[in-house]
T-cell receptor, first 112, second 113 residues
Framework: DAGITQSPRHKVTETGTPVTLRCHQT?????MYWYRQDPGHGLRLIHY???????DKGEVSDGYSVSRSKTEDFLLTLESATSSQTSVYFC???????????FGPGTRLTVL | GQQVMQIPQYQHVQEGEDFTTYCNSS?????IQWYKQRPGGHPVFLIQ?????EVKKQKRLTFQFGEAKKNSSLHITATQTTDVGTYFC?????????????FGGGTRVLVKP
């Protein structure tokens, strides 16, 4: 497996609180992605980054923001968590030479 | 926007039998990839198909990319319990920015011993 870690791996929080998820890679890959996975919806792209400080929205970006200040770290922030954001969040990386993406272990987030 | 559909959503297979899962895109794809996710795990890359009509094999798994580059299939022969998991196809649109993939909803495979 590619060198990708996600933290925390599990989190329970309350509606209205801010939450930040971290993705860390040791592969020096250019592209990083945040997905959410929900039953019946597969993997849906939230935001992605194509370089340090270069990010763009995916198909389900409302309620989420991202930052990438270093190549190795990509942060996903829920400014004010809602119950609809209860999900499993996966980070993925790609070197850009192919379209292949390598996924982290995931973070299970529960918003009560 | 681009949509990628997979059928069936669930596949119950008797151990030793064959099955096929299908992937269809609303738009022409640059390439298609397949991923496998074991229960409780993360998606793992299996293979990428790039050429129209391409066929690739990995042991008991056969992957095809349609002539029009809008559909793909995964055929598994002699299913084993190790094949349990969800199989996702994911396509890249032509000239897609950011190497973005659009994932299908997945086919969840359950194997009956």
């Amino acid at each position: 497996d590619a060198g990708i870690t996600q933290s925390p791996r599990h989190k329970v929080t309350e509606t209205g609180t801010p939450v930040t998820l971290r993705c860390h890679q040791t592969e020096n890959h250019r592209y990083m992605y945040w997905y959410r996975q929900d039953p019946g919806h597969g993997l849906r792209l939230i935001h992605y980054s194509y370089g340090v400080k270069d990010t763009d929205k995916g198909e389900v970006s409302d309620g989420y923001s991202v930052s990438r200040s270093k190549t190795e770290d990509f942060l996903l922030t829920l400014e004010s968590a809602t119950s609809s954001q209860t999900s499993v969040y996966f980070c993925a990386i790609s070197d850009g030479l192919t379209d292949t993406q390598y996924f982290g272990p995931g973070t299970r987030l529960t918003v009560l | 926007g681009q949509q990628v559909m997979q059928i069936p959503q669930y596949q119950h297979v008797q151990e030793g039998e064959d099955f096929t899962t299908y992937c269809n895109s609303s738009t022409t794809l640059s390439n298609i990839q397949w991923y496998k996710q074991r229960p409780g795990g993360h998606p793992v890359f299996l293979i990428q198909l790039v050429k129209s009509g391409e066929v690739k094999k990995q042991k008991r798994l056969t992957f095809q990319f349609g002539e029009a580059k809008k559909n793909s299939s995964l055929h598994i022969t002699a299913t084993q319990t190790t094949d349990v998991g969800t199989y996702f196809c994911a396509g890249t649109r032509l000239k897609a920015a950011g190497n973005k993939l659009t994932f299908g909803g997945g086919t969840r495979v359950l194997v009956k011993p």
